[in-house]
């Protein structure tokens, strides 16, 4: 193995060079679309809940698809509160939301694929307000407060989806908060 040229945290394996399916991430590993993404990326494991729960939802209404998406997985749950010390653990750990400065730091975790069940995953702290962008295909986000009595849009901690065709500048009050946002195929205009 050799370090990608570019000079990123990559490195380009001879699986990928002869399969051109592939890319080794230090922090994520072996990326192979050809395989199911749990037994390849610890990070991207402790999003399968949200995956799931986002899967085949329409969000053309966006109080239905909230209702939906609460009951498909609670954020008071058990199995919530689990994923919210792992993704607590990854911030520490400095594996998500790593770029930028607050008010608002981010980063990607996975583009779309069939093993995101299509949609694009980042992760973004945040304590005030983000870049204005619109929605061309929507955005499902999964808000967990980390300090304080933070709101995202002046919503509480949980799930927000806003709908197709949707512009807003989002805002982070009264705290710090993480949020995690799906998007349909990656779709997201800034302007």
């Known amino acids: 193995m050799k370090l990608h040229p570019c000079g990123e945290r990559s490195i380009v394996c001879s699986f990928a060079k002869s399969h051109t ?3 080794y991430q230090p922090r994520l590993g072996f990326i192979n679309p050809s395989l199911p993404f749990e037994r390849e990326s610890p990070v991207l494991e402790a999003f399968q809940p949200l995956l799931d729960a986002a899967q085949d939802l329409d969000l053309a209404d966006a109080n239905q698809a909230e209702a939906a998406l609460r009951e498909r997985f609670d954020p008071n749950g058990d199995v919530a509160q689990a994923m919210h010390a792992k ?17 608002v ?3 990607r975790v996975a583009k779309p694929s069939p093993e995101t069940r299509g949609f694009s995953i980042d992760v973004v702290l945040m304590t005030g307000p983000g870049p204005k962008h619109r929605h061309p295909r929507g955005e499902i986000d ?3 407060a980390l300090d304080g009595e933070p709101t995202f849009d002046g919503r509480q901690p949980g799930w927000v989806v806003l709908p197709e065709g949707s512009v807003h500048v989002p805002t982070v009050s009264g705290g710090k908060m993480l949020i995690v946002y799906l998007l349909p195929d990656g779709e997201m205009e800034f302007l």
């Open 87 to 103: 993704l607590n653990q990854l911030l520490a750990d400095g594996e998500i939301a790593n770029r930028g400065e607050l008010p």
């Open 105 to 107: 730091m981010w980063g």
């Open 21 to 23: 399916l592939g890319l």
């Open 142 to 144: 999964y808000c967990i």
